[in-house]
C-alpha cells in the first residue's frame, strides 16, 4: 500500500470517528511544505505529516512544521506508517525524528497528541 493510500485509509477512519479532517496540499498558490492534513477533534487539534516507514521529510516540511511547533506547542507532528496488516502501527514523531509514541489505531492518536500538546505547554512555562 503506498503513502497516499494509507493516508486516505487512515483520514477515514477518523472521519468515521468524528474528526473534521482537511487536506492541505501544495501547489503554486499554497507554496509546499505545509503537513498534509489538518485534523480537528475535541481532544486535539493540529497538523500532521504523513510517512511512509522510510520517507524523509523535505526541509520545507521541517521548517514547516518546527515553525508551528516554536508558535503553538503541541500543534504538528509527523506520523510514520510502520508495519503492514494486523503488525501496522501508527508513530508519531516530532520534526527532528523524535518519536512521541507508537499506537495501533487512527483513534489513539488524538489522546497521544493531547497529552503531548499539554506537556510541550507546561515545558514552555517554565
Request: hydrophobic share 35%.
Amino acid at each position: 500500500m503506498t503513502e497516499s493510500e494509507q493516508t486516505r485509509t487512515f483520514c477515514r477512519q477518523l472521519r468515521q470517528a468524528g474528526c473534521i479532517v482537511i487536506n492541505y496540499v501544495g501547489n503554486v498558490r499554497q507554496g509546499s511544505g505545509w503537513p498534509d492534513r489538518w485534523i480537528g477533534s475535541p481532544k486535539w487539534a493540529g497538523w500532521i505529516e504523513f510517512k511512509a516507514e522510510k520517507g524523509k521529510l523535505s526541509v520545507l516540511q521541517y521548517i514547516a512544521i518546527k515553525m508551528l511547533n516554536t508558535v503553538r506547542p503541541g500543534e504538528a507532528c509527523v506520523l510514520r506508517f510502520i508495519g503492514t496488516g494486523k503488525d501496522k502501527q501508527y508513530r508519531l514523531e516530532t520534526y527532528d525524528g523524535t518519536e512521541i509514541q507508537t499506537v495501533s489505531t487512527p483513534v489513539d492518536i488524538l489522546d497521544v497528541l493531547a497529552n503531548w500538546r499539554e506537556k510541550q505547554k507546561q515545558l514552555r512555562q517554565v
